[in-house]
């Protein structure tokens, strides 16, 4: 019952920071945990980060573990995700995902129920 949007991708150097944005049409205080998942060209879609519905809890997959940043602002009906020390293979599709399920924080692409269209994220070397 929420619609969401990706923003924030581009083209970015190598080292670069980036900050992608997932705007929701409903609020999501209370009501949706939230993630971002990437598919890069040619391999399946991955786990990147997610957020519990307060926003205290929050998880990574390894790989960006200590370079990207998770959060979110209910009250703007908001999710962001900060991309620092940007790495060629980082490059791929971002999307957002919500779910109201009954999870805190999850990284299974099952456990989410809605999704936005994607927005593209190229890093150059």
């Known amino acids: 019952q929420v619609q969401l949007v990706e923003s924030g991708g581009g083209l970015v150097e190598a080292g670069g920071s980036l900050r992608l944005s997932c705007a929701a049409s409903r609020r999501t205080s209370d009501n949706y945990a939230m993630g971002w998942f990437r598919q890069a060209r040619g391999k399946e879609r991955e786990f990147v980060a997610a957020?519990?519905?307060?926003?205290?809890?929050?998880s990574y997959a390894d790989s960006v573990k200590g370079r990207f940043t998770i959060s979110r602002d209910n009250t703007k009906n908001t999710m962001y995700l900060q991309m620092n020390s940007l790495k060629p293979e980082d490059t791929a599709v971002y999307y957002c995902?919500?779910?109201?399920?009954?999870?805190?924080?999850?990284?299974?692409?099952?456990?989410?129920?809605?999704w936005g269209q994607g927005t593209q994220v190229t890093v150059s070397s």
């Open positions: 995902a919500a779910s109201n399920l009954p999870f805190g924080v999850s990284r299974s692409m099952t456990n989410y129920e809605y």
């Open positions: 957020v519990s519905r307060s926003g205290g809890i929050t």
